[in-house]
C-alpha cells in the first residue's frame, strides 16, 4: 500500500512524492533493495532490518534513538532538520543499507472502506476513492495524497472491497523532506496500522475481523482490521506512562522496580484487588478498557440496511511498549467478553527452532511498527 497524489499541477516536490509512491508502478521484486522499516513518534526513531537465515529471516539490525521535544509532536514534524539529523545519525547503524520504508501517524489519518465495482480500470479507481472522501475527509482532494489496500475481491464479479487511508498532502511531504535531507531513500510510507497488521495478523480470508490495540507511553491506537486491512482507526490520550507514574508514586518504587512490578505482578499483583499496586493502576486500565469496549461495541454491532452484522469483531489484539502489563490482555477480555491476546510479531519473519531474535518478548512489543515496515523489503 503506497501513497497516490490526488489532484494535478504540483512542483517538483510532488514528482518526486509521485514517484515514491508510485503503487502502479511497483520496483520489480527482483531489484526492490533492502530497506529499514523506520517507525518515527514523538519520544523516539526506531528502526529494525530483516535479512534471509534458513528458511526466513533474521534481524541485521536494529535501534531506537531518542528524539528531543518538539521535533515532532502528535506525529507532526514541527522542525524538519532536527529530524533529517537525529535520521541521519540512525543511518550510520543501518549496516550500508540507505532505503527505508516510514509509516505516517495514525492521529493525522483518515480511514474508511469503500467499493470498487468490478471493471474500474485506474483512473476511474481514483476518482471513485476522491469521490468518497466526500463527508468523510475534511481535507480538499487537491492538498491530499492517500493509499489503498485491496480487501477481497469478490468472485461473483461484485468488484473489490478496499481499505483507503488519506492524509494531508503537507504532512506527507515533510516526512520526504526529512528522509531525502538525511541521505536516504525513501521507499514508501503508509499508515502505522497496516505496518502493524501486516507483522500480527494472517491475512487469511477466515481470520476474524480484528480490533487491534496499540498501547503505547503516550497515547493508545485503535484499528480495525479486515483480513489484515485497516477500515479504521482512531487515538486517545490513554498511555503507560499513566500505569508508571501511579505505580511508582503509589508504591514509592524506582524506575527499575516499577517496571517489574508492571511486568510481573500489575493486575494480578500477589495482594489482591486491594493491593497498592493494583489501586494505583486500575484507573488506567480501567479507562483503557472503557475505550476499548467502546470501540469494539460499535463496530461489532453495525448492521446493514438488511440488518446484517457488517463487522463482528472476533478478537482483541493487543501491541506496545505499554502491553506488557500483566493481566491486561485477560481484563480487557472480561470487558469485551471477547478473545484477546498480545500479538505474536515475528510470525511471519523467523522460526523459533531456527533462531531467537535478540529482542526479547516484552520489548519486541515495541517494534511492532519496524518489523511491519521491514518485511515490505523481503516481500513476506
Not at 63 to 68: I, Q, R, Y
Not at 123 to 149: H, K
Not at 225 to 246: N, Y
Amino acid at each position: 500500500m503506497q501513497l497516490f497524489k490526488s489532484g494535478s499541477g504540483f512542483g517538483n516536490t510532488a514528482r518526486k512524492m509521485s514517484r515514491t509512491f508510485a503503487r502502479w508502478f511497483p520496483t520489480p521484486e527482483m531489484i526492490y533493495p533492502r530497506a529499514a522499516g523506520v517507525d518515527i513518534s514523538d519520544a523516539s526513531i526506531k528502526w529494525l532490518i530483516l535479512a534471509p537465515l534458513k528458511s526466513r529471516y533474521r534481524i541485521a539490525s536494529y535501534g531506537e534513538m531518542p528524539l528531543d521535544t518538539g521535533v515532532v509532536v502528535n506525529g507532526i514534524v514541527q522542525d524538519v532538520g532536527a529530524l533529517a539529523a537525529a535520521l541521519a545519525e540512525a543511518k550510520r547503524y543501518f549496516g550500508g543499507v540507505d532505503c527505508a520504508h516510514a509509516a505516517l501517524p495514525e492521529e493525522a489519518a483518515y480511514v474508511f472502506e469503500m467499493h470498487i465495482p468490478e471493471g474500474a480500470d485506474h483512473d476511474q479507481a481514483i476518482n471513485m476513492i476522491e469521490f468518497g472522501f466526500e463527508g468523510r475527509v475534511p481535507i480538499a482532494a487537491g492538498a491530499a495524497v492517500f493509499d489503498f489496500d485491496v480487501i477481497q475481491r469478490h468472485d461473483d464479479g461484485a468488484g473489490e472491497d478496499i481499505g483507503v487511508a488519506v492524509f494531508a498532502r503537507e504532512l506527507a511531504e515533510s516526512y520526504v523532506a526529512a528522509f531525502e535531507a538525511a541521505g536516504i531513500r525513501l521507499l514508501s510510507l503508509e499508515i502505522e496500522a497496516r505496518s502493524i497488521a501486516r507483522a500480527v495478523s494472517s491475512d487469511a480470508a477466515d481470520e476474524p475481523v480484528t480490533l487491534l490495540v496499540d498501547f503505547g507511553r503516550a497515547r493508545t491506537g485503535f484499528a480495525v482490521l479486515k483480513r489484515g486491512i485497516p477500515i479504521f482507526t482512531s487515538t486517545v490520550e490513554v498511555g503507560g506512562d499513566m500505569v508508571t507514574r501511579a505505580v511508582a508514586e503509589g508504591l514509592s518504587l524506582s524506575p527499575e522496580e516499577t517496571q517489574i512490578f508492571k511486568n510481573e505482578q500489575g493486575l494480578l499483583a500477589d495482594a489482591g484487588p486491594k493491593s497498592p499496586g493494583i489501586e494505583a493502576i486500575i484507573g488506567t486500565a480501567s479507562a483503557l478498557a472503557d475505550e476499548v469496549a467502546r470501540h469494539y461495541h460499535y463496530w461489532d454491532t453495525r448492521r446493514n440496511e438488511k440488518g446484517e452484522r457488517m463487522t463482528p469483531v472476533g478478537q482483541v489484539l493487543i501491541v506496545g511498549g505499554s502491553a506488557n502489563l500483566k493481566g491486561l490482555p485477560d481484563y480487557i477480555a472480561g470487558r469485551v467478553q471477547a478473545p484477546t491476546y498480545v500479538a505474536n510479531i515475528w510470525q511471519h519473519v523467523c522460526d523459533f527452532d531456527e533462531y531467537i531474535p535478540p529482542l526479547d518478548s516484552r520489548a519486541s512489543l515495541q517494534y511492532a511498527t519496524a518489523v511491519g515496515l521491514a518485511m515490505r523489503s523481503l516481500h513476506i
